[in-house]
């Protein structure tokens, strides 16, 4: 068996490899290019891609593929081979600088939301020169895979890479302002780095491919609720079991393979609910491995027997499962947003940070809505995910800090001695600085940023464009006033007080679970936008189009085809559950249930004989129970396959009746068919129940 050492990175063209398979002068002018000082030149490419193309064929390769990220929410391949025909009829291995440059797959078939005609298919593929090209092995072979941007002809986004390179390149430019204002002219890069948390649930193949619902949505639309649920907690970083534990093993030896970073794995609180965190990079490499955990979970999972859902709510009645986004801003020697060892470092840290409270404050639609999804609404406000409201965690002695630099008094016990932001007054900050929130949605640990609205199944490149953008703008109006200050101690003092005193209503320490925190929230007016419908029109908003346009990180019409792409994503996705909710209905509750009442009805008639009318009463009573469901259900399908064919016209007022009424009336039905499993014998219902899917594995 190999070491780790050994497996870790075999199967990535990472920069160890590169530098030992390339001269120094081209491996030094590809770095320039991946710092963004200079262009890549085809000479350059060809280089590298015979070095990449040589490596891959050592391995065992016979493809290639350009790997993107549509805006469908998933990947996208297309796989070439390396082969050529020769002259003479023999094989010419070939991968040329070109090749790896640029890919064109045929594009008609992805969402444009109208950014181009559907007959117009090309769409171009663009190599990635800041993520590392890697090897993918299974029982069809081996495929080089080249991480690419995906743009249409006339140069549009029509991927989550592309917005998320150029959200980065924002949120650099203007943190280097900040610097430089502040004195620094040593740094010359910063970056947005990333660690993700990625939760799911694993279930038998067996009982996954009995149920309807999951094959198709990803979730249970019908199941009456366990014996036992999650109320001892007793899963929750419990005993790995032996079956989990060896997917676990092969699951981190695939990652490790192509250089991702699995780190940690436990079990979550949900019976069958698990998780995997990676170690930090930048947000961009950290998208991609993100991208490709949940990818590999799912083909390792089968392997082994299994189904991995990674659906936010696949069970009612249990937590449902998130992505936490682990955000933070940091240049090549240091964490922005981590307390210093010195009043000049602790200074420059108060700015970072109320950057980001006065962003998340201002921008608190745009953070809500990148965590927005039909999936996503059925998990949000309960079960320990975060309300949607959004808030921020700072904890009492960082809230205490900005509270007195403000000139206010802190209202709680943790008193603090009057602050004053200059060279010498400000004092050492402890480097931790808050107890760890699981209630709220965005909470500060430390030196980072966790944001844990962010669904399971959900790209992390969303998140962190309109984090990297938002923050950008923030910091591009600290610049101006630092740079034109001539006493920089008085301008952050401002800045700080500023933020925390006409933006520190965002700041809540306190249990984000309780009903007394809506109450609150709507008190300081901070917005609670419980759906997707609810938030999807902030994409088309003209604060929204000011940002992000200000930034170059996404255009009008690029922020309108996003729209129109959601929008249609979330109509579908709910239509397609009523589809298949109402199949479920009529060709299986039903007729179980209409088996189970005539079963118990010719029990009744053949024990009048011998039993009296007293003791068969409930036996009827019983029949009559199950014959109302039936009716309740027949009726209520009936009417949700109405309500289906009779949607309006115009895309937004579709997914406002999708929600309105479509959603409530899979609702009823549900409520009388889970009423019905409850009425009718284990053997006659016809899916597995909670019990087999959350507790047989």
């Not at 619902?213 to 899963?235: F, I, N, Y």
């Not at 998990?379 to 409201?389: C, K, S, V």
């Not at 759906?531 to 003209?542: E, G, I, R, W």
């Not at 309740?632 to 009417?639: A, I, N, Q, R």
Request: hydrophobic share 40%; with cysteine.
């Amino acid at each position: 068996m190999q070491s780790l050492t050994e497996v870790y990175g075999s199967n990535c063209f990472n920069e160890a490899t590169l530098k030992q398979r390339v001269p120094k002068s081209i491996f030094k002018e590809f770095r320039k290019v991946q710092n963004g000082e200079k262009d890549l030149t085809l000479n350059v490419a060809e280089v590298i891609a015979n070095a990449m193309k040589d490596w891959a064929l050592e391995k065992g390769a016979t493809h290639f593929t350009h790997w993107f990220q549509p805006l469908t929410g998933i990947t996208a391949e297309k796989h070439d081979s390396f082969v050529n025909p020769g002259p003479d009829g023999t094989v010419i291995l070939e991968f040329s600088g070109k090749e790896l440059i640029k890919g064109e797959p045929d594009a008609s078939s992805f969402p444009s939301g109208g950014l181009r005609a559907t007959f117009e298919a090309r769409g171009y593929t663009a190599w990635d020169t800041t993520s590392p090209a890697f090897l993918r092995e299974d029982q069809t072979g081996i495929t080089l895979y080249i991480p690419t941007a995906f743009v249409s002809y006339k140069g549009h986004a029509l991927d989550k890479k592309v917005p998320l390179l150029r959200s980065m390149a924002a949120v650099e430019k203007q943190s280097l302002r900040v610097l430089k204002a502040l004195g620094d002219t040593k740094t010359k890069k910063t970056f947005t780095t990333l660690g993700v948390e990625q939760e799911y649930f694993l279930v038998e193949k067996e009982f996954y491919e009995k149920r309807l619902d999951l094959m198709h949505t990803g979730r249970t639309l019908l199941g009456a609720g366990s014996a036992k649920e999650q109320e001892l907690t007793g899963h929750y970083f419990g005993t790995i079991k032996e079956r989990v534990a060896t997917f676990m093993q092969d699951l981190d030896v695939e990652l490790w393979k192509i250089g991702v970073s699995s780190k940690t794995k436990h079990n979550e609180v949900a019976p069958n609910q698990f998780e995997v965190a990676s170690v930090f990079s930048t947000a961009n490499v950290a998208t991609d491995s993100n991208q490709l955990t949940m990818d590999i979970i799912q083909k390792v999972a089968v392997r082994h027997g299994l189904v991995a859902l990674l659906h936010e709510k696949p069970y009612a009645g249990v937590n449902g499962s998130g992505k936490h986004n682990n955000w933070s801003l940091a240049t090549e020697s240091a964490n922005l947003l981590e307390p210093g060892d010195n009043p000049k470092d602790n200074a420059q840290f108060l700015v970072f940070l109320s950057s980001v409270v006065e962003a998340v404050d201002r921008y608190a639609p745009l953070l809500r809505l990148s965590a927005a999804s039909a999936n996503n609404d059925h998990r949000l406000g309960g079960h320990e995910a975060p309300p949607a409201i959004i808030s921020i965690f700072l904890g009492d002695a960082l809230s205490n800090i900005l509270e007195t630099i403000a000139g206010g008094t802190p209202e709680n016990e943790a008193k603090v001695s009057k602050l004053e932001i200059g060279v010498d007054s400000l004092p050492k900050l402890p480097k931790d600085l808050t107890d760890r929130n699981r209630t709220s949605p965005f909470a500060f640990t430390g030196n980072k940023f966790e944001f844990r609205m962010v669904g399971s199944s959900a790209s992390t490149s969303g998140p962190n464009v309109i984090l990297n953008t938002i923050v950008a703008e923030v910091l591009s109006e600290y610049a101006e006033i630092l740079e034109k200050s001539e006493d920089k101690n008085e301008a952050i003092k401002q800045i700080v007080t500023k933020a925390y005193t006409e933006h520190g209503k965002v700041i809540f320490n306190g249990n984000g679970y309780g009903e007394e925190w809506i109450v609150e929230a709507e008190k300081r007016g901070l917005p609670n936008l419980k759906a997707t419908s609810d938030v999807l029109k902030y994409n088309l908003a003209p604060e929204t189009i000011e940002v992000f346009e200000k930034h170059m990180v996404l255009s009008a019409e690029e922020l309108e085809s996003r729209h129109n792409i959601y929008s249609e994503i979330y109509v579908n996705q709910i239509e397609l559950e009523a589809k298949v909710i109402t199949k479920m209905s009529e060709t299986e509750v039903i007729p179980a249930a209409n088996k189970y009442m005539k079963e118990i009805a010719e029990t009744i008639n053949s024990s009048k004989e011998f039993l009296p009318e007293s003791l068969l009463k409930s036996q009827k009573d019983l029949v009559v129970s199950i014959a109302e469901n039936v009716d309740t259900l027949v009726k209520e399908t009936k009417s949700l396959e109405t309500i289906v064919a009779n949607k309006p016209e115009g895309l937004d007022a579709e997914v406002q009746y999708a929600r309105k009424e479509i959603l409530p009336s899979m609702d009823k039905i549900r409520t009388a068919a889970d009423t019905l499993e409850t009425l009718c014998s284990k053997e006659i219902w016809p899916m597995p129940t909670y019990e087999d899917l959350l507790y047989k594995l």
